[in-house]
């Protein structure tokens, strides 16, 4: 829903606003969507000039809050296109963190969500990427938990269960996006009943990645980049059984 809401929110801005028309950058991975916003003369803005001029819109990952600042301190109308969902995450941490709370978030640390909720975190915002590695942080007095809103929810049990003995000097949220949540259990159901699962989709964006690590067996799903009929047909000719 997010990425889609983004993209939408460009293409509206490409035609109702006068002027150069940003994101900051990439809106999503699929490139033939990236594509469309180059034939819009939409472009990506990879660093913030002293001055601009022109639109910007912030994806569906959200930014660090001082980056929004910068934006339009430098001239650029903002908009805002930060996922709803992010953005309760965002008011998680910002809710906590000036009342001293320690904010641990697991994710991807490169990824663009997750950088923009450190923003929001302060000097108390820590990153982890599995449950293992929080055994390695501080022990802290009050700390909140939550979790990147595509990460895996098999993910999310496994912190809950770490979480639990440390209560209620530590809070978990469940951050993950209801509608990550369904297709990732939706992906879990049909992989039990083929010997081969196809997914449309890049190997290095986060949802594709999410939905591997959903199936029976995530080692057999196969990536192809674009929904062509040769190409899925080639992915599982040695299966019988694929969907």
């Not at 805002?80 to 991807?108: F, L, M």
């Not at 039990?192 to 190997?203: R, T, Y």
Request: with cysteine; aromatic share 6%.
């Amino acid at each position: 829903m997010g990425v889609r809401r983004a993209v939408e929110l460009a293409l509206d801005a490409s035609t109702a606003n006068p002027g150069p028309i940003y994101t900051y950058g990439a809106l999503i991975h699929n490139p033939q969507v990236l594509a469309l916003l180059r034939e819009k003369v939409i472009r990506i803005l990879e660093e913030i000039p002293e001055r601009g001029t022109g639109t910007v819109l912030i994806r569906a990952h959200g930014v660090p809050p001082d980056i929004k600042g910068r934006l339009e301190t430098a001239g650029f109308r903002v908009i805002d296109a930060t996922c709803p969902r992010v953005i309760k995450v965002q008011t998680v941490i910002a809710r906590h963190a000036p009342e001293g709370w320690a904010s641990i978030i697991i994710g991807d640390k490169d990824h663009p969500e997750v950088i923009g909720l450190l923003g929001y975190a302060g000097r108390a915002g820590y990153v982890v990427n599995n449950v293992h590695d929080l055994d390695s942080l501080p022990l802290f007095d009050n700390a909140i938990v939550v979790v990147q809103t595509t990460q895996n929810t098999r993910l999310l049990q496994d912190v809950k269960a770490w979480a639990a003995p440390k209560a209620p000097h530590y809070k978990i949220f469940d951050t993950i996006c209801g509608s990550t949540e369904q297709r990732q259990e939706e992906v879990t159901r049909l992989s039990e009943s083929v010997d081969a699962l196809v997914i449309v989709g890049g190997k290095t964006a986060e949802t594709p990645r999410g939905w591997q690590r959903s199936a029976a067996s995530p080692e057999n799903p196969r990536f192809i980049s674009k929904p062509k009929r040769k190409s899925i047909f080639k992915s599982c000719q040695r299966s019988t059984r694929w969907g």
